[in-house]
């Protein structure tokens, strides 16, 4: 079974572009989370989508944004890129946190990332 | 919104020794505790996770533990070896329909296993 797979891995874009990643989740899984992981920061959430639906944002300027498709993939886009954007981007999945009837915390597969680098 | 500190940042210890890692969460809603381990290069893994209703979970030589009461979780690494070099990541999140359920990362601890 292939696990969540995103793309580009590696991204280089000047300031003031935009850039558009890509994320595939595991087969089944209906929720896509974006983190970004930055140079000695940990992983801070950006973005949840499920059933396309965004969910719940992070503490994030409104330059970043995203979607989810029928097919549950998602994307996520950084407009007006700033050098501080210069990050790994990390997709994750999990399952519908409210599949049953009690709600419950799924647990989330990540992808390899996406490497961008604001030049 | 929750919280989670973890310490130590980094953490050298002797091929064979154990290895503990903690976390504090400030949410008392958060039920939902999984630990990531991210190897070089890598993506982040789950290797264990416990949930608000049991206080220890074991998976060979990984255990974490949990206290509700004074909100910390650890991770236990007995028997360390060479592989288990990587960054590790506590985290945190509450039940769904809270408005917190998304996962809340710590800042990792880098351990590495001297031979």
Redesign the interface.
């Known amino acids: 079974e292939a696990g969540?797979t995103q793309s580009p891995t590696h991204l280089i874009k000047t300031r003031g572009q935009q850039a558009t990643l890509r994320c595939s989740p595991i087969s089944g899984h209906t929720s896509v989370?974006w983190?970004q992981q930055a140079l000695g920061?940990?992983?801070?959430?950006l973005l949840?989508y499920d059933e396309g639906e965004e969910r719940?944002r992070?503490n994030f300027p409104p330059r970043f944004s995203g979607r989810q498709f029928p097919n549950y993939s998602s994307e996520l886009n950084v407009n007006a890129l700033e050098l501080e954007d210069s990050a790994l981007y990390?997709c994750a999945s999990s399952l519908d946190?409210?599949r049953d009837l009690i709600?419950?915390?799924e647990?989330?597969?990540?992808?390899?990332?996406t490497q961008l680098s604001v030049l | 919104g929750e919280n989670v500190e973890q310490h130590p940042s980094t953490l050298s210890v002797q091929e064979g020794d154990s290895a503990v890692i903690k976390c504090t969460y400030s949410d008392s809603a958060s039920?939902?505790f999984?630990w990531?381990k991210q190897e070089l290069g890598?993506?982040?893994?789950?290797i264990i996770?416990i949930?608000s209703n049991v206080g220890e979970k074991k998976d060979q030589r990984i255990a974490v533990t949990l206290n509700k009461t004074a909100k910390h979780f650890s991770l236990h690494i007995t028997e360390t070896q060479p592989e288990d070099s990587a960054v590790y990541?506590c985290a945190a999140?509450c039940?769904?329909?809270f408005?917190n359920?998304?996962?809340?990362?710590?800042?990792?601890t880098r351990l590495t296993i001297i031979p």
Do not use: H, I, M
């Not at chain 2, 890598?42 to 789950?46: G, S, T, V």
């Not at chain 2, 359920?101 to 990792?108: I, R």
């Open positions: 969540v989370y983190y920061l940990g992983l801070q959430f949840w719940n992070g990390l946190v409210y709600a419950t915390n647990k989330l597969f990540f992808g390899s990332g | 039920n939902y999984p990531y890598k993506r982040p893994q789950l996770d949930r990541f999140s039940p769904p329909g408005g359920e998304k996962l809340t990362f710590g800042t990792g």
